[in-house]
């Protein structure tokens, strides 16, 4: 088996619908494109993550924070 390791970008955000619509759009609007995207949970809370392997993981984790802190504020 072979495989490859490389950076993911991930965010925490609210278990409701449209969340994952909503965040693929925003980061097609800035024209990144997703390679692959999963789900997990954060250890020790269970809390839900979203995590997406992406060209430009810095980009893409400037604008997930950005979503995340909106999402806490709604």
Do not use: W
Request: charge should be negative; hydrophobic fraction near 45%.
């Amino acid at each position: 088996m072979t495989y490859t390791e490389d950076e993911v970008a991930q965010v925490k955000l609210p278990h409701r619908a449209g969340e994952l619509a909503r965040v693929a759009s925003r980061l097609g609007e800035a024209n990144i494109n997703i390679h692959h995207a999963y789900c997990g949970v954060e250890p020790g809370t269970n809390a839900e993550l979203l995590i997406f392997g992406v060209a430009e993981v810095g980009k893409a984790v400037g604008i997930l924070d950005q979503i995340a802190t909106a999402a806490r504020g709604s």
